[in-house]
């Protein structure tokens, strides 16, 4: 691309660079299809924004002629998915042809991306030519506004910078044990009483109360705006009310619908995080309740699917309760996974009959899986492998890669600027969102196909302000969209990198409140050998840190092991000689060793053979000549995760 090309993110499916630019000044108009009425009206004020004048707009059944123009097509025959677009910019004009209107705000987006972030008279857009479409349907963000309460401008914002990065879910946490914030016209005390608490930790310390009254909700007035702002930019707002667990501020309003037969029972909207005992009860009079919640919900929310959480449930007080101790024998329900499972269940027939699909977190497995039930996968991939290699639609929303309520920088950086940076633990840089790919590995093309998108998550617990939602948002989303739209085989880190750069002076201009982009340490290997491994890496232990020469750096796994996890190693030319892998580690209270494994080699990077197993963490054997791969395969599961120190050779 010319250098006047600023970057796209996220990057188009094809790219292709013209002769010359367009130059965008007063007299250039936009002309449009019938159709695309309202995107020309909304375009033409955003090119404003942009550029300091509104670009006059034209129905192309007036056949006037326009010598510097912007064309708005629709092509419903093209080739793609919904979304897909193509975008062609020469020196003489701008053609811009969706294959449906969604298709041709995309465009507009990649449009708005192409002017140089710092304007300009006149605006000046590089010729290119672009053919686009997105990876997945399901491009999601999530935000808990249970934790934390923010206004309907912020939400609005936060919208909008999703649109502008090609996402199209907006996943709408809307109940929590510390606060309900939907308006619910037949239980109004969900909110006179749910939607406030009487205190909140402060940053810098969890366990303690800063006495405050807080809180706050939405009317459905303001929701009805919101949806409907949202609709106007291609996201579909799912909203989500969290059952039967994350339920104690709703419970705190109608004790009735808990489990309120336990001795001592006395619920409240709690005012420390984590997860509570407070559930609802699986009565007939409380399914009444969440039947009545999401008839009101449905009229509020077009959306196909809704979210009903089904996390972090306790079975505590079900196995307390006599009167679900009744149910448990006259249903036949075991144990409270099976109540969980006949709640979800009960749920999902209610939804159904509104027309609606269910979707939850992993936990709604517990017990046996709601037939039609869409799954997200937060506690890692397993829940979401497992439901679609049953045949359930997934949406891949991991907290190992995807949950941006993680420090971006390393927690030490981060608490040394003050409490307020605090977040509620792990380590998520950039580059580790970048490395995501949805599909989870161990899925095959057919499985694959469940696998219905991406989703990054906003938990609030550490998030008080807009502006810190801002600064874990921000630019961790963009690495998100890119994983989420572009084809996998067009990923690079180190060009992202660089069409981060104008996409950080965009937010910055726009005065988002982001956080550093430090470019990661690069990661060499001694002689250029390749790593490549099914493993996270843990923190800054990336896989070329176990054969990098030196002996105080290490790979380090950021889980469990599974059989079939594997380590390889990649040589730029064949080899012979010795090698020898020594795993585990004293960084580790475990000492993360492999403790049932085998290395093996290959002269044609198919078919192996083995040199050793490993004993006591350790593996070596002679390699035979001609060697071009290498691997340390796990054989057996292990809850320890693993530290390769590192991996050496002789001749
Ligand atoms: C979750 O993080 N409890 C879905």
């Not at 994350?246 to 909207?269: C, E, S, T």
């Not at 874990?472 to 998100?480: D, E, G, N």
Request: net charge negative; hydrophobic share 35%; aromatic share 10%.
């Amino acid at each position: 691309m010319s250098l006047l090309a600023p970057g796209v993110i996220p990057l188009p499916e094809s790219m292709a660079p013209g002769e010359g630019h367009f130059p965008l000044k007063k007299e250039t108009a936009i002309r449009f299809d019938p159709q695309l009425l309202g995107l020309a009206e909304s375009f033409s004020k955003e090119l404003e924004v942009a550029s300091g004048f509104a670009p006059r707009i034209y129905n192309e059944m007036l056949r006037i002629h326009l010598p510097s123009q912007i064309r708005l097509d629709l092509d419903p025959g093209m080739e793609g998915k919904s979304g897909a677009y193509s975008l062609e910019v020469r020196a003489e004009g701008i053609i811009l042809t969706g294959k449906d209107v969604q298709g041709a705000y995309y465009g507009t987006r990649t449009l708005l991306q192409l002017l140089p972030p710092k304007g300009g008279d006149p605006l000046q857009v590089a010729a290119v030519k672009i053919r686009d479409q997105p990876r997945f349907g399901w491009r999601g963000m999530h935000l808990d506004v249970g934790r934390h309460f923010f206004p309907v401008e912020d939400i609005k914002g936060f919208i909008d910078w999703m649109a502008y990065h090609k996402l199209n879910v907006f996943h709408w946490h809307l109940t929590e044990d510390q606060g309900w914030r939907l308006e619910i016209k037949k239980y109004p005390k969900l909110t006179e009483v749910g939607a406030f608490r009487e205190s909140t930790p402060p940053y810098g310390n969890r366990d303690s109360d800063d006495g405050q009254r807080y809180g706050g909700f939405y009317t459905q007035e303001e929701v009805r705006e919101i949806v409907a702002y949202a609709k106007e930019r291609h996201v579909t707002v799912v909203p989500e009310i969290d059952m039967p667990g994350h339920m104690a501020a709703a419970i705190a309003a109608y004790p009735q619908f808990g489990n309120d037969d336990i001795p001592g029972y006395a619920p409240k909207v709690m005012t420390r995080w984590g997860v509570h005992p407070y559930t609802l009860a699986p009565t007939e009079e409380t399914f009444r309740f969440v039947d009545d919640i999401l008839t009101e919900l449905c009229e509020l929310f077009p959306s196909e699917y809704i979210h009903i959480g089904g996390d972090e449930a306790p079975k505590d007080q079900w196995e307390a309760s006599p009167r679900v101790r009744e149910l448990m024998k006259k249903e036949g329900l075991k144990n409270g996974h099976d109540v969980q499972s006949y709640f979800i269940k009960r749920v999902e027939k209610m939804l159904a009959a509104k027309g609606r699909k269910l979707i939850g977190w992993d936990e709604i497995r517990e017990g046996g899986l709601a037939p039609s039930a869409t799954v997200m996968s937060w506690r890692g991939e397993q829940g979401g492998i497992d439901s679609a290699r049953e045949g359930h639609d997934v949406v891949m929303a991991s907290n190992s890669h995807l949950y941006f309520d993680h420090y971006p920088l390393p927690a030490e950086q981060e608490l040394a600027k003050g409490v307020e940076y605090e977040c509620i633990g792990g380590y998520l840089p950039i580059e580790k969102v970048y490395a995501y790919d949805p599909v989870p590995v161990a899925l095959t093309a057919e499985e694959a196909k469940h696998v219905l998108g991406v989703q990054g998550q906003l938990w609030t617990e550490y998030m008080k302000t807009w502006d810190k939602v801002e600064y874990l948002a921000f630019p961790r989303i963009a690495a998100l969209a890119e994983i989420a739209w572009t084809p996998v085989a067009r990923k690079d880190f180190a060009d992202f990198s660089r069409r981060l750069g104008p996409m950080l002076e965009r937010y910055d201009a726009a005065g988002v409140n982001r956080s550093a982009f430090v470019p990661p340490a690069k990661r060499e290997t001694v002689g250029g050998v390749k790593v490549s491994t099914s493993l996270g890496f843990y923190q800054n232990h990336w896989p070329e840190l176990a054969h990098d020469g030196r002996e105080d750096s290490f790979f380090w796994a950021d889980r469990e092991l599974r059989v079939g996890d594997h380590f390889t190693l990649d040589f730029p030319q064949p080899r012979g000689g010795r090698i020898e892998v020594v795993t585990g580690g004293k960084a580790s209270k475990n000492g993360d060793r492999l403790e049932q494994g085998v290395l093996e080699a290959s002269t044609d990077g198919a078919n192996w053979v083995k040199l050793a197993d490993f004993e006591s963490g350790k593996a070596g054997g002679a390699l035979p000549e001609g060697t071009t791969r290498v691997r340390i395969q796990v054989t057996g599961a292990q809850t320890n995760w693993l530290i390769i120190e590192e991996i050496r050779f002789a001749e």
